[in-house]
């Protein structure tokens, strides 16, 4: 009796390891795009930050406002800043529609 139990308990607590690791994987991986996706936001607003003499604060908001009139996601538009595809000047006209 005390080999079944203790096979039983051994078992609950391999399924309750694996059952961890899955989700820490599972996280990891829903993770790494945000991340990525923040790191060339504060990317884009450095350069914003350079190129117009702005603080990081003022720096976001004209982003935030670019991306809000042209109708993209800020990710995408921080990511045309970083390639220089966009520049300071761009983000205050108004975008084409």
Known sequence: MFTARTLADVAAIGLVQERSLRDSRIHRAQLRPRVGSRIKIEYAKG?????????????????????????RQLVDV???????????????RLPRT
Not at 52 to 60: H, I, M, Q, W
Not at 78 to 92: E, G, P, Q, Y
């Open 47 to 71: 350069v914003i930050v350079r190129q117009r003499g702005l603080t990081l604060d003022e720096a976001f908001a004209l982003i935030l406002q670019h991306a809000s009139r042209a109708n």
């Open 78 to 92: 921080s990511h045309d800043i970083v390639v220089k595809r966009l520049t300071a000047r761009d983000l205050v």
